[in-house]
C-alpha cells in the first residue's frame, strides 16, 4: 500500500542534542511538507520541497533543517537552535499539479526535550 | 495571501445531533478546498473535497458544498457518533499558483457523547 512513514514515533532528547527525524513516502509525489503541531494547536509549516534537491523556508522555520537529496525521503532535523523542540511533528506529500493536490499525512513523531 | 478562518471550538454534541462547522477562505486564485480529520494521535486524515463552484464532497455521512459567491465550505452531517470526535480541519490549496502547497484553518476540535 502507498503511503507516508514517520519514524521514530516517540522520541527523547536531551538540551542541546541535535535530533533528526525521519519521514519517507512511496506516492512518487514531487512535494513533501513538515508542520509542527502544538497541544491544541493547528499545523504550522516548517519547511517544503516541490522537487529534489530544493526546499523553501515555511513560517517558522528558524532552528531546523532539512535536505531533500531522494524523491522518496525528506528528513527533518531539530537543531540545539530550536528554543523550544517540544511538539507532535507531522510529514505530508502532494502533488504538485491537478485538481486534486490534498496532502498525504505520516502518523506523526512526538518529539520531548528533557 | 489566501486564509482559511473555521469555526472557533471546541464543539460538544450528543449523539445523533446534527453538526455544521463553518469555513470560509479568502483565496486570490480559484482553489481546491478540502476537509481533514484528526484523531488522537494521529496525522490527518483527508474527509472529503471539491474542486469547483457547487461541487459538493462527501464522505461517511459528512458533506461539504463550494460556495464561491459566500466563499465558504461548510461541515455538515446529520447524526454524528461517538466515534466523530476528532478535530477537524478545513484547507484550500491553489493549484495554479501553490503547485500543491496548502492553507490550513486552526481545527475545531468536536467531541460527541452517549
Known amino acids: 500500500d502507498g503511503g507516508i512513514t514517520q519514524s521514530p514515533k516517540y522520541l527523547f532528547r536531551k538540551e542541546g542534542q541535535n535530533v533528526t527525524l525521519s519521514c519517507e513516502q512511496n506516492?512518487?509525489?514531487?512535494?513533501m511538507y513538515w508542520y509542527r503541531q502544538d497541544p491544541g494547536q493547528g499545523l504550522r509549516l516548517i519547511y517544503y520541497?516541490?522537487?529534489?534537491?530544493?526546499?523553501q523556508k515555511g513560517d517558522i522555520a528558524e532552528g531546523y533543517s532539512v535536505s531533500r537529496e531522494k524523491k522518496e525521503s525528506f528528513p527533518l532535523t531539530v537543531t540545539s537552535a530550536q528554543k523550544n523542540p517540544t511538539a507532535f511533528y507531522l510529514c505530508?506529500?502532494?502533488?504538485?499539479?491537478?485538481?486534486?493536490?490534498?496532502?498525504?499525512f505520516g502518523p506523526g513523531t512526538r518529539l520531548t526535550v528533557l | 495571501g489566501d486564509s482559511v478562518t473555521q469555526m472557533e471550538g471546541p464543539v460538544t454534541l450528543s449523539e445523533e445531533a446534527f453538526l455544521t462547522i463553518n469555513c470560509t477562505y479568502t483565496?486570490?486564485?480559484?482553489?481546491?478546498l478540502f476537509w481533514y480529520v484528526q484523531y488522537p494521535g494521529e496525522g490527518l486524515q483527508l474527509l472529503l473535497k471539491?474542486?469547483?463552484?457547487?461541487d459538493k464532497g462527501s464522505n461517511k455521512g459528512f458533506e461539504a458544498t463550494y460556495r464561491k459567491e459566500t466563499t465558504s465550505f461548510h461541515l455538515e452531517k446529520g447524526s454524528v457518533q461517538v466515534s466523530d470526535s476528532a478535530v477537524y480541519f478545513c484547507a484550500l490549496s491553489d493549484r495554479e499558483t501553490n503547485a500543491g502547497k496548502s492553507t490550513f484553518g486552526d481545527g475545531t476540535t468536536l467531541t460527541v457523547k452517549p
Open positions: 483565496a486570490t486564485g480559484y482553489p481546491s
Open positions: 520541497s516541490q522537487i529534489v534537491n530544493d526546499f
Open positions: 471539491a474542486t469547483k463552484a457547487d
Open positions: 505530508a506529500s502532494s502533488r504538485t499539479s491537478g485538481q486534486y493536490n490534498e496532502q498525504f
Open positions: 506516492l512518487n509525489h514531487d512535494a
